[in-house]
Protein backbone atom coordinates (compact mmCIF):
# COMPACT_ATOMS: atom_id res chain seq x y z
CA UNK A 1 0.00 0.00 0.00
CA UNK A 2 1.22 3.44 -1.17
CA UNK A 3 1.42 5.92 1.18
CA UNK A 4 1.83 9.92 0.58
CA UNK A 5 5.02 11.85 2.01
CA UNK A 6 4.28 15.66 2.25
CA UNK A 7 6.53 17.77 0.04
CA UNK A 8 7.02 21.26 -0.50
CA UNK A 9 8.89 21.26 -3.74
CA UNK A 10 11.78 19.39 -6.22
CA UNK A 11 14.49 19.51 -3.44
CA UNK A 12 12.45 18.95 -0.02
CA UNK A 13 11.03 15.86 -2.22
CA UNK A 14 14.71 14.92 -2.97
CA UNK A 15 16.08 15.61 0.61
CA UNK A 16 13.24 13.37 1.78
CA UNK A 17 13.54 10.60 -0.61
CA UNK A 18 17.27 10.21 0.20
CA UNK A 19 16.87 10.44 3.81
CA UNK A 20 14.51 7.50 3.97
CA UNK A 21 16.51 5.22 1.72
CA UNK A 22 19.52 5.74 3.65
CA UNK A 23 17.52 5.00 7.32
CA UNK A 24 15.80 1.72 5.81
CA UNK A 25 18.17 0.55 3.57
CA UNK A 26 21.74 -0.14 5.90
CA UNK A 27 22.85 -2.35 3.07
CA UNK A 28 26.31 -1.49 1.23
CA UNK A 29 26.72 -1.73 -1.56
CA UNK A 30 23.26 -0.33 -2.60
CA UNK A 31 21.82 -0.21 -5.71
CA UNK A 32 18.87 1.89 -6.50
CA UNK A 33 16.92 1.46 -9.57
CA UNK A 34 15.15 4.79 -10.72
CA UNK A 35 12.67 3.44 -13.15
CA UNK A 36 10.16 5.20 -15.95
CA UNK A 37 9.28 5.33 -19.40
CA UNK A 38 11.44 7.25 -21.68
CA UNK A 39 10.50 11.51 -20.94
CA UNK A 40 9.14 10.50 -17.84
CA UNK A 41 12.17 12.41 -16.08
CA UNK A 42 14.50 9.83 -15.36
CA UNK A 43 17.83 11.17 -15.13
CA UNK A 44 16.62 14.33 -13.67
CA UNK A 45 15.75 12.80 -10.65
CA UNK A 46 18.52 10.11 -10.90
CA UNK A 47 21.02 13.48 -11.10
CA UNK A 48 19.29 15.13 -7.65
CA UNK A 49 19.41 12.05 -6.03
CA UNK A 50 23.30 12.22 -7.18
CA UNK A 51 23.78 15.12 -5.47
CA UNK A 52 22.98 12.98 -2.38
CA UNK A 53 24.60 9.73 -2.89
CA UNK A 54 27.67 8.96 -5.43
CA UNK A 55 27.01 7.36 -8.74
CA UNK A 56 24.89 7.50 -11.47
CA UNK A 57 24.68 5.29 -14.52
CA UNK A 58 22.25 5.86 -17.20
CA UNK A 59 20.32 3.37 -19.55
CA UNK A 60 21.16 5.87 -22.50
CA UNK A 61 25.13 4.64 -21.97
CA UNK A 62 23.99 1.37 -23.51
CA UNK A 63 22.04 2.33 -26.31
CA UNK A 64 23.13 0.64 -29.67
CA UNK A 65 24.42 3.40 -32.29
CA UNK A 66 21.43 5.09 -34.29
CA UNK A 67 22.91 3.67 -37.43
CA UNK A 68 22.29 0.31 -36.40
CA UNK A 69 19.22 1.05 -34.94
CA UNK A 70 17.97 2.33 -37.95
CA UNK A 71 18.79 -0.57 -40.03
CA UNK A 72 16.43 -2.71 -37.57
CA UNK A 73 13.66 -1.40 -39.84
CA UNK A 74 14.31 -3.26 -42.71
CA UNK A 75 14.80 -6.87 -40.49
CA UNK A 76 11.20 -8.34 -39.86
CA UNK A 77 10.43 -11.71 -37.08
CA UNK A 78 9.36 -14.64 -38.88
CA UNK A 79 7.99 -16.56 -36.10
CA UNK A 80 7.27 -16.44 -32.27
CA UNK A 81 5.58 -13.13 -30.21
CA UNK A 82 6.90 -10.79 -32.38
CA UNK A 83 5.88 -12.29 -36.17
CA UNK A 84 5.31 -9.37 -38.84
CA UNK A 85 7.01 -6.85 -36.99
CA UNK A 86 10.76 -5.47 -37.62
CA UNK A 87 13.32 -5.73 -35.54
CA UNK A 88 13.20 -2.00 -34.50
CA UNK A 89 9.71 -2.17 -33.19
CA UNK A 90 11.26 -4.11 -30.24
CA UNK A 91 13.04 -1.76 -28.21
CA UNK A 92 15.33 -4.68 -26.07
CA UNK A 93 16.96 -4.25 -29.56
CA UNK A 94 17.91 -1.02 -29.41
CA UNK A 95 20.33 -1.63 -25.59
CA UNK A 96 23.16 -3.66 -25.11
CA UNK A 97 21.61 -5.79 -22.51
CA UNK A 98 24.15 -8.02 -21.92
CA UNK A 99 26.38 -5.13 -21.50
CA UNK A 100 24.40 -2.98 -18.68
CA UNK A 101 23.65 -6.72 -16.97
CA UNK A 102 26.94 -7.05 -16.67
CA UNK A 103 27.85 -3.91 -15.42
CA UNK A 104 24.99 -4.14 -12.83
CA UNK A 105 26.38 -7.19 -11.38
CA UNK A 106 30.01 -5.66 -11.23
CA UNK A 107 28.47 -3.26 -8.81
CA UNK A 108 27.29 -6.25 -6.84
CA UNK A 109 29.99 -7.62 -6.56
CA UNK A 110 32.34 -4.86 -5.98
CA UNK A 111 34.22 -4.62 -9.34
CA UNK A 112 34.82 -2.11 -11.72
CA UNK A 113 33.37 -1.67 -15.08
CA UNK A 114 35.02 -0.25 -18.46
CA UNK A 115 33.00 0.55 -21.70
CA UNK A 116 32.66 3.02 -24.48
CA UNK A 117 28.77 4.87 -23.55
CA UNK A 118 26.36 6.20 -26.29
CA UNK A 119 26.40 9.70 -27.25
CA UNK A 120 23.35 11.28 -28.05
CA UNK A 121 25.08 14.45 -29.66
CA UNK A 122 26.93 12.03 -32.42
CA UNK A 123 24.39 8.68 -32.53
CA UNK A 124 27.82 6.80 -31.51
CA UNK A 125 29.69 5.07 -29.14
CA UNK A 126 32.12 7.72 -27.74
CA UNK A 127 35.61 7.41 -28.81
CA UNK A 128 36.77 7.27 -24.91
CA UNK A 129 36.47 4.71 -22.47
CA UNK A 130 34.23 4.97 -19.57
CA UNK A 131 35.39 3.32 -16.03
CA UNK A 132 32.67 3.46 -13.28
CA UNK A 133 34.29 2.25 -10.12
CA UNK A 134 31.90 0.73 -7.14
CA UNK A 135 30.59 2.68 -4.09
CA UNK A 136 28.45 2.25 -0.99
CA UNK A 137 25.53 3.66 -3.18
CA UNK A 138 24.75 3.71 -6.47
CA UNK A 139 21.58 4.88 -8.26
CA UNK A 140 21.77 3.43 -11.87
CA UNK A 141 18.62 4.84 -14.46
CA UNK A 142 17.05 2.38 -16.08
CA UNK A 143 13.81 0.66 -17.32
CA UNK A 144 14.55 -2.95 -17.35
CA UNK A 145 16.67 -5.25 -14.66
CA UNK A 146 14.52 -4.20 -11.63
CA UNK A 147 15.02 -8.05 -9.86
CA UNK A 148 18.62 -6.81 -10.31
CA UNK A 149 18.18 -3.53 -7.52
CA UNK A 150 17.99 -3.43 -4.05
CA UNK A 151 15.46 0.09 -4.22
CA UNK A 152 13.33 0.67 -6.79
CA UNK A 153 12.02 4.15 -7.23
CA UNK A 154 9.11 4.70 -9.83
CA UNK A 155 8.94 7.98 -11.99
CA UNK A 156 5.21 7.79 -13.02
CA UNK A 157 3.70 10.25 -16.09
CA UNK A 158 0.45 9.65 -18.17
CA UNK A 159 0.77 8.47 -21.59
CA UNK A 160 -0.27 11.99 -23.41
CA UNK A 161 2.24 13.95 -21.16
CA UNK A 162 5.01 11.58 -22.13
CA UNK A 163 4.29 12.17 -25.22
CA UNK A 164 4.17 15.94 -25.37
CA UNK A 165 7.25 16.30 -23.57
CA UNK A 166 9.12 13.66 -26.15
CA UNK A 167 7.73 16.22 -29.28
CA UNK A 168 9.19 19.49 -27.70
CA UNK A 169 12.54 17.49 -26.32
CA UNK A 170 13.37 15.58 -29.68
CA UNK A 171 12.39 18.36 -32.07
CA UNK A 172 15.88 18.91 -32.70
CA UNK A 173 16.72 15.59 -34.06
CA UNK A 174 13.25 14.19 -35.31
CA UNK A 175 9.91 15.47 -36.95
CA UNK A 176 6.52 14.45 -35.16
CA UNK A 177 6.01 11.21 -37.18
CA UNK A 178 9.09 9.65 -36.22
CA UNK A 179 8.55 11.20 -32.64
CA UNK A 180 5.30 9.28 -32.21
CA UNK A 181 6.74 6.19 -33.58
CA UNK A 182 9.77 6.25 -31.64
CA UNK A 183 7.07 6.58 -28.32
CA UNK A 184 5.07 3.89 -29.18
CA UNK A 185 7.85 1.21 -29.00
CA UNK A 186 9.07 2.82 -25.87
CA UNK A 187 5.61 2.97 -24.06
CA UNK A 188 5.64 -0.99 -25.29
CA UNK A 189 8.81 -1.60 -23.83
CA UNK A 190 7.66 0.28 -20.66
CA UNK A 191 4.82 -1.70 -20.30
CA UNK A 192 6.83 -4.88 -20.42
CA UNK A 193 9.02 -4.13 -17.84
CA UNK A 194 7.53 -1.77 -15.57
CA UNK A 195 8.08 -2.54 -11.75
CA UNK A 196 4.76 -3.69 -9.98
CA UNK A 197 6.45 -3.04 -6.68
CA UNK A 198 8.33 -0.15 -6.41
CA UNK A 199 9.75 0.89 -3.41
CA UNK A 200 8.72 4.47 -3.95
CA UNK A 201 6.98 6.46 -6.60
CA UNK A 202 7.35 10.16 -7.77
CA UNK A 203 4.06 11.52 -9.32
CA UNK A 204 5.79 13.76 -11.83
CA UNK A 205 2.81 14.64 -14.12
CA UNK A 206 3.29 18.37 -12.81
CA UNK A 207 7.02 18.94 -13.07
CA UNK A 208 6.47 22.09 -10.04
CA UNK A 209 4.83 20.04 -7.66
CA UNK A 210 5.81 16.27 -8.27
CA UNK A 211 4.61 13.94 -5.46
CA UNK A 212 6.41 11.28 -3.18
CA UNK A 213 4.73 8.27 -2.42
CA UNK A 214 6.52 5.94 -0.33
CA UNK A 215 5.62 1.65 0.06
CA UNK A 216 6.38 -0.92 2.50
CA UNK A 217 7.30 -3.35 0.40
CA UNK A 218 10.82 -4.18 0.66
CA UNK A 219 13.02 -6.74 -0.61
Given at each position: ????????????????????????????????????????????????????????ISEDDFLQPREYRESLR???????????????????????????????????????????????????????????????????????????????????????????????????????ETIRAYHKVQLDFWNRY?????NYTIDNNDYNKPQLYSS????
Amino acid sequence: MKERIPTENQADLTTKLCRDIKERNPKIPLLINVSGCTGAGKSTWADRMTEDFVVHISEDDFLQPREYRESLRSKVYESGEWKGKTYWENHDNWLRLDLMREVITNFKEGKNSTYYPYQRATGTFSTEQKTVEPTDIVVFETSIFSELFDVLVLIDVDDDALLDRKLHRDSDLRDEETIRAYHKVQLDFWNRYKPTTPNYTIDNNDYNKPQLYSSNSYR
